[in-house]
Each structure stands twice: as C-alpha cells, then as structure tokens.
C-alpha cells in the first residue's frame, strides 16, 4: 500500500506569491490533516479535513485555506506569502481521524523557502 | 488547551546503551492519548508508541518504552539497546479525547537523539 504522498518536496516562492500544496492520503482513508513545522515555532496544526469538510482548524491567518476533494486528496494553499511562512509543511492521513489512539500516517512533507 | 514540553533539546548515547527522553504535559481534557513520534533525516514522521491515559499499564512497543505518570503529567520514552537507526528527532504529542473538536495533535519542541557507534 502506498504511503501518504506529498508534492513537490520543495518549493521556492517569493514574497506576495501565492503557493498550493498537495496531498495524497494513503487509499481508504478519509482524514486529512496539516501541521506546519519550523525551528521556532515548531509543529503547529494547520487544519483537518474529512469527507471534503474541514472539520478543525487551527490559530492561522486566513491566508493558509484548504481544501480535500472527493478522493480524499487534499490542497492547502497559502496567499500572499510571507518569509514567516518559509516551512516544512506535512500532511498525515488516518482513517476518520476521530480523537481516538487512531494512528496518523504523515508524509515526508514540502519545504517551503520563502524569498 | 493542550501544551507539551520537553526540556532536552539534545541527547547523546552510545550504540547498545539505554537513554530516556523527558516529556511534561498539561491538558483540562479527562480523556486524552500521548504519543512519540520519530523524525529522521528523511522528515517523514513515525510513530513510535502511543498510551492511552485512562490505562495505567506503560506501554512497550519492542525496544522502546514509556513511563507514565499521570499524577505528574510525565510521559517518558525509554530506548534501550540503542541503534544507530535511532538517530533522529523524538517529539513528544497529546491528543484530547473529549467529545469535543480536539482532532488534532499538540506537539511538544522536540528532541534531537545522536547514538554514537
């Protein structure tokens, strides 16, 4: 079974661009979510998707917006970028992503480098 | 809210010995999930072993093992054997169970293990 696949790997934008992130989720699962991760900040949870609903959403500005379509997999994208916004982004799948001890999957995530 | 910390930034061990990795919590929620996860080089995050808090019994997943406190809101890794494969970054995560919208995880700043040869 395919793992969680995340494209492109890296990504280089300036700022006031805007960029768009993809996520295939491993096949028969319905959660998406996103978390960003920097060396200040560390993980923070960006939102959560499933069945084409965001279902949870964390302290981010409305420039980061996500989306999941009807195969489960999943978009976010990030407006008028900002260097601040330079990370890795990584999606992780489950199957309902209910909060249980459900196992998330995560992908290798995409770097982000703001310029 | 959820808050996780873990207040070794760095570790070093030595191949075959045994290191325990610190991690402190704070939730309101009564019901809640802690985990450890693993990052390598390659950045992909892997799940090491996860506990659920109504369980008193520490979980073990092979070489790998927690000491959960609850009282104190302690949740520490044990690796024993240590191999070179466990270098990487551990972090540290709470997950609420309360009915609520909590589907996310809270993680804690992380800590870098170096196992030595």
């Known amino acids: 079974k395919a793992g969680v696949t995340q494209t492109p790997r890296y990504l280089i934008k300036t700022r006031g661009q805007q960029v768009t992130l993809s996520c295939s989720p491993i096949s028969g699962h319905r959660s998406v979510s996103w978390y960003q991760q920097t060396p200040g900040q560390g993980l923070q949870f960006l939102f959560e998707y499933f069945s084409e609903t965001q279902r949870n959403k964390g302290n981010f500005p409305g420039r980061f917006s996500g989306r999941q379509f009807s195969n489960s997999r999943s978009e976010m994208n990030v407006s008028t970028l900002e260097l601040g916004d330079s990370a890795l982004y990584l999606c992780?799948?489950?199957?309902?992503?209910?909060?249980?001890?459900?196992?998330?999957?995560f992908g290798s995530g995409t770097q982000l480098s703001v310029l | 809210a959820q808050t996780v910390t873990q207040s070794q930034p760095e570790m070093s061990v030595q191949e075959a010995e045994t290191v325990t990795l610190s991690c402190t919590y704070d939730t309101s929620e009564s019901n809640y999930y802690l985990f450890w996860y693993k990052q390598p080089p390659s950045r992909q995050m892997i799940l090491v072993i996860r506990q659920e808090a109504y369980k008193q019994q520490n979980a073990t997943e092979n070489r790998f093992s927690v000491n959960f406190q609850k009282a104190a809101k302690s949740f520490s890794l044990k690796i024993s054997d240590s191999q070179l494969g466990d270098t990487a970054m551990y972090f540290c995560?709470?997950?609420?169970?309360?009915?609520?919208?909590?589907?996310?995880?809270?993680f804690g700043k992380g800590t870098l293990l170096t196992v030595n040869p």
């Open positions: 995560a709470s997950r609420s169970y309360s009915g609520g919208s909590n589907y996310k995880l809270t």
């Open positions: 992780a799948s489950s199957l309902d992503g209910r909060p249980t001890n459900e196992k998330l999957f």
